[in-house]
């Protein structure tokens, strides 16, 4: 069974950046799809990014395109959200989630991981 644990959240004022890092257990992240998502405050929880095994094969949400982006390091197993330039609606709880792939990927969906982490905080002031 693979687990994933997220580090990184805290509160930042506008225009700060944050870097979120998820670590599996039970698999190498290279052989995994890996999603971010978050859920705000009585919100759904909305797809952020994600990649697949093709480090040049990555999807974004269009409220986080040139802000945010995700990538790996194989060398240390861990996937990373980078954020910069945060605004107060990013403000949200956010979630690593990951899946072997096998045939057709929907990365946006996130009934389509197996594999979900705790969460951590994001907090962004005004």
């Known amino acids: 069974q693979v687990q994933l644990v997220e580090s990184g959240g805290g509160e930042v004022q506008t225009g700060g950046s944050l870097t979120l890092a998820c670590t599996p257990s039970g698999r190498t992240f290279s052989r995994l799809a890996v999603g971010w998502f978050r859920q705000a405050s009585g919100q759904e929880r909305e797809f952020v990014a994600a990649?697949?095994?093709?480090?040049?094969?990555?999807a974004s949400a269009d409220s986080v395109k040139g802000r945010f982006t995700i990538f790996r390091d194989n060398n240390k197993n861990t996937a990373h959200l980078q954020m910069n330039g945060l605004r107060p609606e990013d403000t949200a709880v956010y979630y690593c989630?990951?899946?072997?792939?096998?045939?057709?990927?929907?990365?946006?969906?996130?009934?389509?991981?197996?594999?979900w982490g705790q969460g951590t905080q994001v907090t962004v002031s005004s």
């Open positions: 990649i697949n095994q093709r480090d040049g094969d990555a």
């Open positions: 989630a990951a899946k072997e792939p096998r045939g057709l990927r929907r990365l946006r969906s996130p009934d389509w991981y197996d594999y």
